[in-house]
């Protein structure tokens, strides 16, 4: 799923204009400058447009690490491609 991380990065480098932002499972709001309380609904609201998905209250804010939102956001991904298949069937 590199074009997910790919597209998930385009999306925090937007949030936070920043080009130079990388991340991994491991990166946490301390590791971006200006990743606070604000930002990080900002954030997921993008997530949520970009990917055309939706993330419960305890999900949105519950996520320890990039690899917490990435595991989540690749399931709701999956189901959402799996609902769009059902529905052309």
């Known amino acids: 799923m590199t074009d997910l991380w790919e597209e998930l990065t385009s999306v925090f480098r937007m949030v936070f204009d920043n080009s130079q932002i990388t991340i991994n499972e491991k990166t946490t709001s301390s590791d971006i400058v200006g990743w ?25 804010y519950n996520f320890e690490n990039v690899g917490e939102l990435i595991a989540t956001l690749q399931k709701k991904v999956k189901l959402l491609i799996i609902g769009n298949s059902s529905a052309r069937s």
């Open 36 to 60: 606070d309380s604000f930002s990080h609904i900002n954030l997921i609201s993008a997530i949520e447009d970009h990917f055309k998905i939706e993330f419960t209250q305890s999900e949105a």
